[in-house]
């Protein structure tokens, strides 16, 4: 995946989910012309715990987004 591209999906991500300004994805190909993006982060909660929180993006090789989910665990 070009790097214009990444850029172009990180933009959209980051609209979403502004914590993830300083974070670069982790790419991977799902099949020719569609890569995976995941973004991971930890976000501090009220009690003094932390929750780990991954973004998983699917993208074309333009940075159109397909698919946005996120998980907590």
């Known amino acids: ?4 591209a990444i850029r172009k999906v ?3 991500v980051v609209k979403k989910h502004p914590k ?3 974070t670069n994805p982790k790419v991977s190909v799902l099949s020719p ?4 993006l995941q973004y991971s982060f ?5 009690n003094g715990k932390t929750i ?4 998983r993006v699917v993208a074309d090789e333009e940075g159109n987004i397909s698919k946005m989910s ?4």
Request: glycine letters at 8%.
């Open 1 to 4: 995946m070009k790097t214009e």
């Open 10 to 12: 990180t933009e959209k």
């Open 20 to 22: 993830l300004a300083a």
């Open 33 to 36: 012309g569609k890569y995976l």
């Open 42 to 46: 930890n976000d501090d909660l009220p």
């Open 52 to 55: 780990s929180q991954t973004i």
């Open 70 to 73: 996120s998980s907590r665990g």
